[in-house]
């Protein structure tokens, strides 16, 4: 409660008669009110936001460098791409978001980061094993050099001819199987519609009904089987492109790549 100061005010709008005493009007008069104690020291409910989003940020960004961290201690040679796409796998289907790639943001700065900090673990290694990282360096340009001579980046002739030879067998057996799979599909789709013509089946339907449920039955059994051998066979041709690829060429990538070509156009063929 506020004190009020009562003032006495005469009226003085017209004079007052002998016989009537003047007349005292009480006027009360506000006094402003001081703020409560307890206003100044409570925080504000922005504040209180502000301080839950950094702390959520760095328990966020602790996280993440948690997860990078143990990511390039058990894959050394992984890219910044491949770790986005590890932890954030549904922002990285066939490349990972661009958001990723900007410069400056806290993904791209933890890896650098856990990047920088694993190739000076592995110097402190190599040092304590008494090779320097130029000679490491050395046997690694050594070993890329050995690697482009042997054919790691597009293979000899004899390895070409063998792998292009490869995949046109599986394309070529892809292609036939997948032909005899379709006419045993469509075989067994004319039976259904013969039975469903036939059915119920009657006096004089009983026995084109019981042929053509047979040959239903063997057409689908018959689709299952080529499609299973369609995929064996590409499967097989594609293994043993890649080891042969591989020996001769001197190369697993050139090898990896000739089997997975073997596979996708065989795919394409179904």
Same mark, same amino acid.
């Given at each position: 409660?506020t &004190?009020?100061? @009562?003032?006495e005010?005469?009226? &003085?709008? %017209?004079?007052?008669?002998q ?19 307890y206003?100044? &020291? ?15 940020r =760095?328990e966020?960004i602790?996280v993440?460098?948690e997860h ?10 992984s890219s ?6 590890? +932890?954030?796998?549904? #922002?990285a289907? @066939? ?7 900007i ?5 791209l =700065? ?5 990047k ?7 110097g402190?290694v190599?040092a304590?094993?008494?090779?320097s990282?130029?000679?490491? #360096? /050395?046997?690694?340009?050594? &070993? ?6 042997? /054919?790691s ?7 070409? !001819?063998v792998?292009?030879? !490869? ?5 070529t ?6 032909? %005899?799979?379709?006419?045993c ?6 039976c #259904?519609?013969i039975? #469903?013509t036939l ?10 009904f019981?042929? =053509?449920?047979? +040959? ?5 059994? !018959?689709?299952?089987?080529l499609?299973? %051998?369609?995929? +064996?066979?590409?499967?097989s ?17 050139? /090898?990896k790549?000739?089997?997975?070509? =073997?596979?996708? !156009?065989?795919? +394409?063929?179904?």
């Amino acid at each position: 409660m506020t &004190t009020k100061n @009562v003032e006495e005010v005469e009226d &003085t709008s %017209s004079p007052p008669s002998q016989s009537q005493p003047p007349i005292a009007i009480a006027v009360a008069i506000p006094q402003p009110s001081a703020p409560p104690l307890y206003q100044s &020291t409570l925080p504000s409910d922005e504040e209180e936001a502000q301080v839950a989003v950094d702390r959520a940020r =760095t328990e966020s960004i602790a996280v993440i460098d948690e997860h990078c961290r143990e990511h390039l201690s058990n894959n050394p040679d992984s890219s910044y791409v491949t770790w986005i796409a590890c +932890l954030h796998p549904e #922002n990285a289907q @066939v490349s990972i978001d661009p958001r990723f790639l900007i410069e400056g943001n806290p993904w791209l =700065t933890i890896y650098e980061e856990a990047k920088e900090d694993l190739q000076k673990n592995q110097g402190r290694v190599a040092a304590a094993d008494g090779v320097s990282p130029s000679q490491q #360096n /050395g046997e690694d340009t050594k &070993t890329e050099k050995n690697d482009k001579c042997c /054919g790691s980046r597009s293979g000899g002739f004899i390895d070409y !001819l063998v792998g292009s030879s !490869l995949v046109l067998a599986a394309v070529t057996a892809s292609f036939v199987l997948e032909l %005899s799979s379709s006419y045993c599909f469509l075989s067994y789709w004319i039976c #259904n519609k013969i039975m #469903n013509t036939l059915s119920p089946p009657g006096i004089f339907t009983c026995l084109p009904f019981s042929i =053509t449920l047979v +040959l239903a039955k063997v057409f689908q059994l !018959l689709d299952a089987v080529l499609l299973w %051998s369609s995929i +064996l066979v590409v499967e097989s041709i594609a293994g043993a492109n890649y080891v042969i690829c591989t020996i001769l060429s001197c190369s697993h990538k050139r /090898g990896k790549g000739i089997h997975q070509t =073997t596979r996708k !156009l065989s795919h +394409l063929i179904r």
